[in-house]
């Protein structure tokens, strides 16, 4: 009797994970990146490519303890950089521009070889404001790290969050 209560109380335990994943272990441990090229057709800024694809491979790395592997991961992400562009947003009383506002999206297609169900093809967007008097050569680092930061987690939370 006790044995079988033991292991009713076993089999009932609840897990939880404090890093914001959901990933069971014991059938994925390996993650995929391809390079996601920068494909925008409005604007190139150089740098943008490989700091995007070095956050999206760190926001998994930090946060979980899935191996990368070159190929054939458990989890398969690939895409690439879509938007990128800068446009006005308001203008003042004397005609000029006051605001401008900068946005990115990367479409990602994730595969979950164990998980077939959980595959996306999907785009993943982010925006800021700054100042039009401003020249974006002089925010435009800071705000496309913002921007990569937060859809990289929007990626991550769309593949293993699974809220």
């Known amino acids: ?21 959901s990933i069971d272990y014991t059938k994925v441990q390996t993650v995929t990146f391809e390079n996601f090229p920068n ?3 409005a604007f190139v800024w150089g740098p943008m490519e490989s700091m995007f694809n070095t956050q999206l491979q760190d926001i998994f790395m ?17 895409g690439e950089i879509t938007n990128y562009d ?6 003042g009383s004397d005609g000029y521009s006051t605001m401008a506002e900068l ?6 297609s994730f ?12 785009s993943f967007s982010a925006s ?25 987690e929007q990626i991550f939370n769309a593949s293993v969050a699974n809220w």
């Open 1 to 21: 009797m006790a044995v079988a209560l033991v292991a009713i109380l076993s089999a009932c335990s609840i897990s939880y994970k404090f890093n914001g994943s």
């Open 39 to 41: 494909r925008s057709a």
């Open 62 to 78: 930090q946060q979980t303890r899935l191996k990368q592997v070159k190929r054939n991961g458990h989890l398969q992400f690939s």
């Open 86 to 91: 800068a446009r006005n947003k308001g203008v």
């Open 103 to 108: 946005t990115m999206t990367v479409k990602v």
């Open 111 to 122: 595969v979950n070889t164990i998980n077939p169900a959980e595959n996306f093809d999907q």
């Open 128 to 152: 800021r404001d700054y100042d039009a008097s401003q020249q974006m050569s002089a925010v435009q680092e800071e705000l496309v790290t913002q921007m990569i930061k937060e859809i990289c």
